[in-house]
């Protein structure tokens, strides 16, 4: 959580970008710069005290850039569509590489297209140390099993055909608050449909935020539950979802919402319970204006 709001970094840091004219995209800037440095002081460390050949590092990002507000969160996911809190591409292709002295020489260097989702590394993880990941307390209580995929023999070169063809696309009606956990869409080869109410559906530009000040929260769009009103994209040639292809294909439009709504069925939702104002102002009001624990604080 280095690079997220609210935006800080040792001044040294800012310096380095003391060209950059928006205060957000310099700050931003400097944020991952600095990730960069840790990770490198990290790496050196590992190699100096002779661990780097059993280092596998697997360095992901959980969702795209946050483009709301005005860009005052200070990312961009340009040309893709949308960001963080949205699902356009923006919102959910996120970077991702692998590295380190346990990654076999041929695979260093090279670039993976095939599907992999966060919820893999767990599973991955478990199955490079030999330990099965199945959750059997989970189990025992009903919930349901894991959704990752071993992506070792993948990203290993052992196998050049990936165990996962489709990702699910999470959503909430509304984000924050406690409620029922939807699918809004689903990947699944090449092709990508969404349902339900799109923010952020709007692309920013090279250079974002810039003088226009548009709120890309307020840009949306629906998407549909038929072909004329749905929204249905080829990711691969159309990365950027300029060009709805639900009404030239509606056989597939039908053939991937019916296995969203199979999916609906069975999502896990969880109580989430309900908001308490109190909390919040306990885990924010405790420790001189950071969040901090809150469960064995007093009043």
């Known amino acids: 959580h280095v690079v997220h709001t609210p935006l800080d970094v040792p001044k040294a840091y800012i310096d380095k970008f003391s060209w950059m004219k ?8 400097a944020m991952v710069n600095y990730l960069d440095s840790m990770v490198g002081d990290v790496v050196q460390l590992l190699k100096a005290r002779g661990m780097w050949d059993d280092t596998l590092i697997v360095f992901s990002a959980d969702n795209g850039g946050p483009i709301y507000d005005s860009g005052s969160a200070g990312a961009n996911n340009w040309p893709l569509k949308g960001g963080k809190r949205s699902n356009w591409e923006g919102g959910i292709r996120a970077n991702a590489f692998v590295t380190g002295g346990y990654l ?10 095939s599907l992999i989702s966060i919820a893999d590394w767990y599973t991955t993880f478990c199955a490079i140390a030999g330990v099965d990941p199945t959750d059997h307390a989970a189990a025992a209580a009903g919930l349901p099993p894991i959704d990752g995929y071993n992506m070792w023999p993948l990203i290993s070169g052992a196998n050049t055909t990936a165990p996962r063809n489709e990702v699910p696309i999470g959503d909430s009606p509304q984000p924050h608050i406690p409620c029922q956990t939807l699918v809004g869409g689903l990947i699944q080869g090449e092709h990508k449909i969404l349902v339900g109410e799109l923010h952020q559906s709007c692309w920013t530009g090279p250079d974002w935020p810039n003088k226009t000040r548009v ?3 307020n840009k949306i769009e629906m998407c549909g539950t038929s072909p004329d009103t749905g929204c249905l994209f080829n990711i691969k040639t159309d990365p950027t979802e300029h060009f709805n292809i639900a009404k030239e294909k509606p056989t597939l439009w039908h053939q991937l919402y019916k296995r969203v709504q199979e999916l609906q069925q069975g999502v896990y939702s969880p109580d989430r319970g309900t908001i308490q104002k109190e909390c919040c102002n306990k885990a924010l009001g405790s420790y001189g204006g950071f969040w901090g624990p809150f469960m064995h604080l007093e009043g």
Request: hydrophobic share 10%.
């Open 22 to 29: 928006n205060h957000a995209r310099r700050y931003y800037h």
């Open 104 to 113: 076999p020489q041929e695979r260093r260097g090279q670039m993976e297209t």
């Open 215 to 217: 709120n890309p929260n």
